[in-house]
């Protein structure tokens, strides 16, 4: 099985700025085509490196409401998002 086609963990917790995207099922900041698994690597990098802000200077348009908010969901959904 590829993982293309591979199951995705079910989402545990909800956030409302957090969509799963209709074809993979991956999460993704609602509006954008951003997914949250891209800003979770950037932050687990460490925050020496990619601090929220950074991400936020990367991601003007998101904000830090939306970004913040798929932070959330990773730490409460890391199974989904490793």
Request: hydrophobic share 45%; proline share 10%.
């Amino acid at each position: 099985m590829n993982s293309s086609t591979r199951a995705l963990p079910p989402v545990l917790v909800h956030h409302p700025y957090v969509e799963l995207h209709p074809e993979t099922g991956s999460p993704m900041v609602k509006g954008s085509r951003v997914a949250v698994r891209r800003l979770w690597y950037w932050h687990q990098a460490g925050p020496r490196y990619f601090p929220v802000a950074t991400i936020v200077l990367r991601y003007p348009k998101l904000g830090w409401v939306k970004v913040l908010s798929a932070l959330a969901f990773a730490y409460d959904n890391r199974e989904l998002i490793e």
